[in-house]
């Protein structure tokens, strides 16, 4: 997932032009002809008039873009959204299924084709995953897509059998009038002659077969077994396998390369120089590494990042003590603070974060006639469709894109340049190659040469009167932007404020009187990229955790003082009195165990999480973590379970041991043996409940990360009297 950023401010104006830098992939990528689309379905006519495949005269029966059903009784969901791990493709077929009413067990979902204008992301104008939108934008779209099947399929049922279409009924795949019956496969050839309905008839959710309910992904015993392909596991005629020795520094460049060595690794097939670094093609993944390790590159380096993270963090707190820009004013901060009878003072520090998902990455490429063909785990198919097509010089048409299931994501999939798409694209080119080429990461390529979640300073400032009201909230954020020199600058940068930067302080939903937040956008050598919740992951921690110390200070409950502040909006009460209840909040703990509290809005969903952690060997061990959701209508409240439950270990990991450091510009971790994430043996309990709703489906892949982490932290304050500031608690905790 872009995992990351709130989308729903993106508009037409995220493909305008500018000149050439790193967002010039982006803006070929989105093209001239991804502006917003503001409504609901595409239907089978305008899948025609864009030349998509269907066959409205045959067997094949496609009613609109997103379904197929064949005689051979498949309904086959075309999903427009890259699966990674999140579940979207049993999403979006439970979708189809309810509405189609057809039987669980006949749904196959398929990835749909690179077709920005049939399967554009409505949130963000091109076609993509992320910001935990797929659902949300797609929630009315595949219903009617379904639904508009079904009608078809009803008329074409009373046609054949002579009765009227409201004596038609259809139930678990089965068409049935009084004693004539038929599957949805049967009738498919005669319902693709009916004309699409315009509005198809939705039910509404008392009628509801699948919306709603608990049943098994439709990729888990696939996953299981180890049938699932994913792009490492393709293997194609003739294909060679190439792997990328890249600058160690970020900005280095090619000087010079002595390939002598790597050339006589057995299986080797030839080394190039591209303007990203130097590829070796082999026969084997095996002699494509061993090879790369026996080359012998001279770096320029004079325009390369130098510094080390101490230094950066340094440069960082200097500007944290000076004026930013104003993200928001509201009163006088300055001298709501003057007055005040009491002052906290804090300043966190928060590290690079690598996305790590267990698959890294990687592409196959085969460029043949004039045409591009890959496979790959796309998540942003219209920007790598466009960047591919810009180093061929061919027509974005002319890439074709064999979405794959992809092993993780958390953003990383999704970059502005599609970085690894375009190392192999160039290595294909620059060798002049038609067979095909898989591009490899290992793990340590992802760790010491990927994008990152960016370091950020942030000092905060807060007067309270003598009964412990809040009297002045100052705010100063330090860090890179993410999005300022790509295509989705103009959306989300307003007026020099990057909102991906401030979002979860700058609109918090708190009742704070003369509130200023302020914020410097640096410049760093490692690329900044969205990460599982984006901004959110760092502005949760700082705001809950200084609520948090609010009211300790003020001797005030926590969740008492948070619903004082919050009095103006029910979603956020409703999932902090639920998490409260159900975490037994009024209820004493087991000696030496400690509660923390946190919740936190982000990509329109609601959170809150208790914590419950004991100190051991002078670590905290979180044993217990009660999280309450309300992220709309529940599509399919097991998943968003395992969402909130994969969110909950993928934060607590990140808090308690993640960080990537630099020497003289150089990464110092490169695997999981330095680069920690959480152990199986430290994932607590996780108990997920879910707020019933009749509002629109918001996001859930990426709204449980950003409570937990000031959650553990508060429970820490409440067990050791210290406040962590510094992450992660590996190197902010201090104890003994």
Known sequence: MFGQMDLSRFNTRAHEAFPLDRRNFVQLALGTGA????????????????GAATTSESASGIFTPYVKITPDNVVTVLVKHQDKGQGIATGLSTLVADELDADWAQIHPEFAPANVELYKNFAFGVQGTGGSTAIANSFEQYRKAGAAAREMITQAAAKRWGVAPETVKVAKGVVSSGSNSATLGELAAEAATIPVPKEPKLKTPDQFTYIGKSFPRLDSVAKTTGARIYTQDVQLPDMLVATLARPPKFGGTVKSVDDKAARAVKGVVDVVTTSRGVAVLAKTTYAAIRARDQLEITWDESKA????????????????????????????????????????????????LAHAPMEPMNCVLQFKDGKATMWTGSQLQTVDQNVTAHIFGIKPEDVIINTLWAGGSFGRRGVYDSDYIAETAEIVKVTGRTEPIKLIWTREDDIKGG?????????????????????????????????????FESAIVKDGIDGTSVEGVSDTPYAIPNMQVELHTTQAGPRPLWWRSVGHTHTAYVMETMIDEVAAVSGKDPV???LSLLEKYPRHTGVLKLAAEKAGWDKPLPEGVFRGVAVHESFKSFVAEVAEVKIVDGKPKVQRVVAAVDCGIAVNP??????????????????????????????????????????FNEMPHVEVHIVPSAEVPTGIGEPGVPPIGPAVANAVAVGTGQRVRVLPFADGLKLG
């Open 451 to 487: 994008y990152y979640r960016p370091v950020y300073v942030h000092k905060v400032r807060v007067g309270l009167d003598k009964d412990g009201a809040v009297t002045g909230w100052h705010h100063r954020i330090v860090g890179q932007s993410i999005v300022t020199g790509t295509a």
């Open 560 to 562: 008492a003082f948070r």
């Open 305 to 352: 990042e130098a510094r080390s993270t101490d230094a950066l963090i340094a440069d960082y707190k200097a500007l944290a003590e000076k004026p930013g820009q104003i993200a928001r004013k509201e009163g006088d901060a300055e001298g709501g603070i003057a007055k005040a009878d009491k002052v906290i003072e804090a300043t966190y520090i928060f590290p690079f």
């Open 638 to 679: 097991d998943n968003i379970k395992a969402q909130v439950e994969g969110g909950v270990g993928f934060g607590l990991g990140a808090v308690l041991h993640s960080k990537v450091t630099m020497k003289d510009g150089v990464i110092d971790q490169g695997n999981f043996d330095t680069y920690e994430v959480l152990r």
């Open 35 to 50: 502006g917003l689309i503001i409504g609901g379905w595409v239907p089978a006519s305008a899948a025609r008039a864009e």
